[in-house]
């Protein structure tokens, strides 16, 4: 008695149509999971803003015209409000914000795993109502470095792209000139 198997076209078929639902679950898992982390990321920076308003309602000492909190960047003040900068680290120092990891004291972004413990909140105090708010300082400026060769003979270097606060990858030097090692 033979029994029947498979043929090598059948077999051929059912990879092609695993590898054709590959190609698309994929890319889109990988989009989904991108978003995820900008979510987290939105997220994590809410917190540390509301952590901002409760850490100045318990620090209204810092909010004088001596200017008593040294750790503070004071950035404006006036006869009824007064504005300042806190690190997201100073906030989870103060425990009104989670380290992620509290051995090393980081605070993680989700999107591409830099630490954003140096990211500051802005408050600004209402002195008349003693109530605070905050609002995140944009740090994320982008720096673009362009290179010159400076009469080189030959070689180019594209322009690189680089964000304020942030590690940015310089590449090798691509330009000759004659006479010069």
């Known amino acids: 008695m033979k029994t029947k198997g498979f043929t090598i076209v059948e077999l051929l078929t059912v ?35 509301q952590g901002a308003i409760l850490w100045a309602d318990q620090h209204q000492h810092c909010f004088t015209p001596s200017k008593s909190c040294s750790f503070l960047d004071y950035i404006a003040s006036n006869l009824s409000m007064m504005s300042v900068k806190i690190s ?42 003693k109530t605070a708010t905050s609002s995140l300082i944009e740090q ?8 010159n060769g400076n009469g080189a003979n030959s070689g180019t270097m594209s322009s690189i792209s680089c964000t304020e606060n942030k590690n940015c990858r310089i590449p090798t030097n691509s330009y000759k000139k004659s006479g010069f090692g």
């Open 15 to 49: 990879i092609i149509i695993i590898t054709l639902l590959l190609a698309i679950a994929v890319p889109s898992s990988i989009a989904i999971s991108n978003r995820i982390k900008e979510k987290q990321l939105a997220e994590k920076y809410e917190l540390a803003k």
């Open 88 to 129: 997201i680290g100073k906030l989870a120092e103060d425990g009104f914000f989670a380290y992620d990891d509290k051995d090393k004291k980081t605070i993680e972004n989700p999107v591409d795993k830099s630490d954003i413990s140096a990211e500051k909140i802005t408050v600004v105090f209402d002195l008349d109502t």
């Open 140 to 147: 994320n400026v982008n720096y673009t470095l362009a290179f």
